[in-house]
């Protein structure tokens, strides 16, 4: 995996919502992705409404994204966020799975970007550096995507 994210985007002025949809499980973690994505946002599109949704657990992540990006007025991107730590079964391998199948098909069928940050890590210390650290923040990270894909669509108009 690599450690090099792109470059932040520029500042946006474009209008609308953005919709954060995260698990409240592994509640450390998952609260952290959604402080770092709603400061990066705020500092990249001040223009922008965030709305923060949050569901039981990873699994509980497509079904409200779906939901949302069928509302009248939809958001100019959804952000998916949660951690999912694998443990000995392959169950964890099996909820990640349908979850990118899921948040993939939302965005291709609703012409919505979906920035998925649903990660499986293997263990605590995984999830400590994607989430509370600064060098591979995943929040910060989800909500620059977000950004540079709002620019991205606008441009395709």
Do not use: W
């Not at 939302?106 to 210390?125: D, K, Q």
């Amino acid at each position: 995996m690599s450690k090099s994210a792109p470059e932040s985007p520029a500042p946006t002025g474009q209008q609308g919502t953005v919709c954060i949809v995260a698990s409240k499980y592994n509640a450390t973690y998952t609260d952290a992705l959604v402080a770092s994505a709603s400061e990066t946002l705020e500092k990249l599109a001040p223009a922008l409404e965030v709305r923060v949704i949050r569901v039981p657990g990873a699994f509980e992540i497509p079904i409200v994204v779906e939901a949302v990006a069928c509302a009248e007025v939809q958001p100019l991107a959804i952000i998916a966020l949660g951690v999912i730590i694998r443990g000995s079964t392959a169950h964890a391998d099996l909820i990640a799975a349908s979850i990118t199948r899921s948040l993939a098909d939302t965005g291709v069928s609703h012409l919505i970007p979906v920035i998925h940050e649903v990660l499986l890590v293997e263990n605590a210390g995984q999830a400590e550096a994607r989430t509370l650290g600064d060098e591979l923040n995943r929040g910060r990270e989800a909500a620059e995507a977000a950004v540079a894909m709002i620019e991205v669509m606008a441009s395709l108009d």
